[in-house]
């Protein structure tokens, strides 16, 4: 089995900063894509911002300029630097990782449990 846990989140005002972090672990073989999607009240899962492990990474044109995503592959981490927060950035956001297991090398799509972002303006 694959976990991803992740830490952070919070509540915070409107302007300041905030940082995720989220570690895949289980049985890996590989990660490829991982990254942050969130869900608002009432709305769809929507993209936040996605990394390749080569490097590549996609952000949601509304958080381009204010979030950064990095991560660390040798331990399986993904992190999202939020700076310039807004309240409409409030929603839980899921840690998403796209894994090969040990098991049978098939990528399968794993997801945490979601983390609260809170900001008040």
């Known amino acids: 089995q694959v976990q991803l846990v992740e830490s952070g989140g919070g509540l915070v005002q409107a302007g300041g900063s905030l940082s995720l972090s989220c570690a895949a672990s289980g049985n890996i073989f590989s990660v490829s894509t991982m990254g942050w999607y969130r869900q608002a009240p009432g709305r769809r899962r929507e993209l936040v911002a996605i990394r390749s492990s080569g490097g590549n990474t996609n952000y949601a044109d509304s958080v381009k300029g204010r979030f950064t995503i990095s991560r660390d592959n040798a331990k399986n981490t993904v992190f999202l630097q939020m700076n310039s927060l807004k309240p409409e950035d409030t929603a839980v956001y899921y840690c998403?990782?796209?894994?090969?297991?040990?098991?049978?090398?098939?990528?399968?799509?794993?997801w945490g449990q979601g983390t609260q972002v809170t900001v008040s303006s």
């Open positions: 998403y990782g796209n894994v090969k297991t040990r098991t049978d090398l098939r990528s399968t799509d794993y």
